[in-house]
């Protein structure tokens, strides 16, 4: 039996409104709600080795979720448990510096996703590689098109190895070549990860990869089980 | 499928020790993430001076030109200062700089990293730090501009030199305190920035940049109340520094400035930990 290593329990979390000062009072006066919940008691366990999908409409918390297991967002109500090392994979090429070059924005980032100096010098010939960027490596990441940032962004991403992988819609960048070279890449990072939460729109890739999927809709995982079950649930809750 | 995890050890995610450990806790997470700390501390120097043909030497141009602005207005209002007025207000423009911009950009530090703070995470200690960090060794560069006016007016060079680099290190930390207790408060209310942006333009003429503590000691009850203001320390200390004699300042002064730093940083580190969590939902 697999033990588990991700544990939500009736995880609820609430995200202020801002407002000036005069709504504030009003809403004090009245009693209306100043903030809006965006997961209502999520209850979900995930075991060592899994491959966990989350499907859901654009807002519904799927990503939250997510976050909230990263420790971006510590719940408001219930708890979050896990064990071993997480790394969250979304928005590729967080806090690139456009006036610095290739290389010193693949060890910046290295360092914001959490290596240290020498796990980055060990890394950095790998994820030179698999940039494909050549002698673009020295040049200012200004220069860079679009695609070969987010080249540099998923080399630099990829080469982490951490116990519990989160991967936030981060395929289906650059042409269509690099498409299949870093689906293949995320797909090798799923096997050699113990475990893995994807969240994706992509409904094939998980019905490939994942061993079970949940449903989440307005905040709330509504059910959880085979990726087909999972995907024709999902069609009739957002009908 | 690959074995499980080695380190089995379930953990509760975001659990923080007591916050009376808070002072000594934020310093070990300093420690720890030491690499991204110099990292995002490089890119932020690099990124001031870019596309600048004269690159760091801004760094002391600014002062200096200010300093050049602020001898000829003094002296048209009060006529034949001391010789080494000018100096002396370019050393009080240098120190107080570093603490209004590393203020300024503690305070702001968490709303202008939105983006990472999302997507990331990390002791969030780190964007403030980075923030002082980055100041402190912009100012240390702008030090530099003493060299050609110790030989300009003869300076001796003396041991007590070292003062200057150790103002520019107590403005950094009186700043840090400061800052970091009010950075998690401007998430919600970017009124915080506006309002440490006035502070930092009226306490430039409260603190000695434009006059100096002797000055202002033969003001009589004016020269009373200045020595409550922290940054008189780090200032006079500069200043005496440049001169090469061991400073005059009270220690009494010197204490209460180093001790509200630290009060500063007490308050500070168990504000920002504190709501800290609660702050980035805000952003």
Same mark, same amino acid.
């Not at chain 2, 003869?154 to 009010?182: E, N, Q, R, W």
């Given at each position: 039996?697999?033990?588990?290593?991700i544990f939500l329990e009736n995880v609820t979390l609430h995200f202020?409104?801002?407002?000036?000062?005069?709504?504030?009072?009003?809403?004090?006066?009245?009693?209306?709600?100043?903030?809006?919940t965006a997961l209502k008691g999520v209850n979900l366990e995930i075991?060592?080795?899994?491959?966990?999908?989350l499907?859901?409409?654009?807002?519904s918390g799927k990503s939250t979720i997510l976050r909230v297991i990263s420790g971006i967002y510590p719940p408001d109500e219930g708890t979050c448990k896990v064990?071993?090392?997480?790394?969250?994979?979304?928005?590729?090429?967080?806090?690139?510096?456009?006036?610095?070059?290739?290389?010193?924005?693949?060890?910046?980032?290295?360092?914001?996703?959490?290596?240290?100096?020498?796990?980055?010098?060990?890394?950095?010939?790998?994820?030179?590689?698999?940039?494909?960027?050549?002698?673009?490596?020295?040049?200012?990441?200004?220069?860079?098109?679009?695609?070969?940032?987010?080249?540099?962004?998923?080399?630099?991403?990829?080469?982490?190895?951490?116990?519990?992988?989160?991967?936030?819609?981060?395929?289906?960048?650059?042409?269509?070549?690099?498409?299949?070279?870093?689906?293949?890449?995320?797909?090798?990072?799923?096997?050699?990860?113990?475990?893995?939460v994807?969240?994706?729109?992509?409904?094939?890739?998980?019905?490939?990869?994942?061993?079970?999927?949940g449903?989440v809709?307005?905040g709330e995982l509504v059910?959880i089980?085979?990726?087909?079950?999972?995907?024709?649930?999902?069609?009739?809750?957002?009908? | 499928?690959?074995?499980?995890?080695?380190?089995?050890?379930?953990?509760e995610v975001g659990?923080?020790?007591?916050?009376?450990?808070?002072?000594?806790?934020?310093?070990?997470?300093?420690?720890?993430?030491?690499?991204?700390?110099?990292?995002?501390?490089?890119?932020?120097?690099?990124?001031?001076?870019?596309?600048?043909?004269?690159?760091?030497?801004?760094?002391?141009?600014?002062?200096?030109?200010?300093?050049?602005?602020?001898?000829?207005?003094?002296?048209?209002?009060?006529?034949?200062?001391?010789?080494?007025?000018?100096?002396?207000?370019?050393?009080?423009?240098?120190?107080?700089?570093?603490?209004?911009?590393?203020?300024?950009?503690?305070?702001?530090?968490?709303?202008?990293?939105?983006?990472?703070?999302?997507?990331?995470?990390?002791?969030?200690?780190?964007?403030?730090?980075?923030?002082?960090?980055?100041?402190?060794?912009?100012?240390?560069?702008?030090?530099?501009?003493?060299?050609?006016?110790?030989?300009?007016?003869?300076?001796?060079?003396?041991? /007590?030199?070292?003062?200057? %680099?150790? *103002?520019?290190?107590?403005?950094?930390?009186?700043?840090?305190?400061?800052?970091? @207790? +009010?950075?998690?408060?401007?998430?919600?209310?970017?009124?915080?920035?506006?309002?440490?942006?006035?502070?930092?333009?009226?306490?430039?003429?409260?603190?000695?940049?434009?006059?100096?503590?002797?000055?202002?000691?033969?003001?009589?009850?004016?020269?009373?109340?200045?020595?409550?203001?922290?940054?008189?320390?780090?200032?006079?200390?500069?200043?005496?520094?440049?001169?090469? /004699?061991?400073?005059?300042? %009270?220690? *009494?002064?010197?204490?209460?400035?180093?001790?509200?730093?630290?009060?500063?940083? @007490? +308050?500070?580190?168990?504000?920002?930990?504190?709501?800290?969590r609660?702050?980035?939902k805000?952003?």
């Open positions: 039996m697999m033990r588990s290593v202020p409104k801002i407002k000036g000062f005069v709504s504030l009072f009003v809403d004090l006066i009245k009693k209306r709600k100043t903030h809006f075991k060592a080795g899994e491959v966990f999908g499907i859901g409409k654009n807002g064990a071993g090392k997480i790394s969250l994979l979304a928005g590729l090429g967080t806090g690139f510096s456009a006036h610095q070059t290739g290389i010193e924005n693949a060890i910046l980032y290295g360092s914001i996703l959490g290596h240290n100096e020498q796990e980055m010098t060990e890394k950095l010939p790998e994820i030179l590689e698999f940039s494909e960027l050549g002698d673009f490596i020295n040049e200012p990441i200004r220069t860079y098109s679009a695609g070969m940032k987010a080249r540099l962004g998923l080399a630099v991403a990829s080469a982490i190895r951490p116990d519990i992988l989160l991967i936030d819609e981060v395929l289906g960048v650059g042409d269509p070549q690099f498409r299949e070279k870093s689906k293949a890449r995320i797909l090798d990072l799923v096997a050699e990860t113990g475990t893995v994807i969240v994706s729109h992509s409904f094939g890739l998980m019905k490939e990869i994942c061993n079970r999927v449903v809709h307005k059910m089980g085979t990726p087909e079950e999972a995907i024709s649930s999902y069609y009739e809750i957002t009908e | 499928m690959v074995e499980p995890i080695s380190n089995g050890d379930v953990v659990l923080k020790p007591p916050l009376i450990k808070a002072p000594i806790y934020t310093i070990k997470e300093m420690i720890t993430h030491r690499f991204l700390i110099r990292n995002l501390v490089v890119r932020e120097v690099r990124g001031k001076y870019r596309n600048a043909v004269l690159g760091y030497t801004w760094t002391f141009i600014e002062p200096a030109l200010l300093a050049l602005v602020y001898y000829f207005l003094f002296y048209m209002l009060a006529g034949n200062p001391d010789e080494l007025y000018a100096m002396w207000v370019l050393i009080g423009i240098i120190i107080w700089g570093c603490f209004g911009k590393s203020l300024q950009a503690t305070v702001s530090s968490l709303t202008r990293n939105k983006n990472t703070i999302h997507l990331v995470y990390f002791p969030r200690i780190v964007f403030p730090m980075t923030s002082v960090m980055a100041n402190v060794v912009i100012t240390m560069m702008s030090c530099f501009v003493i060299v050609p006016i110790m030989i300009i007016f003869d300076l001796p060079l003396t041991i /007590h030199v070292l003062l200057i %680099p150790a *103002s520019v290190f107590m403005a950094g930390f009186l700043a840090t305190g400061v800052g970091i @207790l +009010l950075a998690p408060l401007n998430c919600i209310y970017r009124d915080i920035e506006h309002l440490v942006r006035f502070i930092v333009r009226a306490g430039f003429f409260v603190s000695p940049v434009m006059w100096t503590y002797e000055m202002a000691l033969d003001r009589g009850f004016f020269g009373e109340v200045v020595v409550y203001n922290p940054m008189l320390t780090p200032i006079t200390l500069a200043r005496h520094g440049l001169e090469g /004699h061991a400073t005059t300042l %009270p220690t *009494s002064i010197i204490l209460w400035s180093l001790g509200f730093g630290c009060i500063m940083w @007490l +308050l500070g580190s168990i504000a920002f930990e504190r709501y800290e609660r702050a980035v805000y952003l």
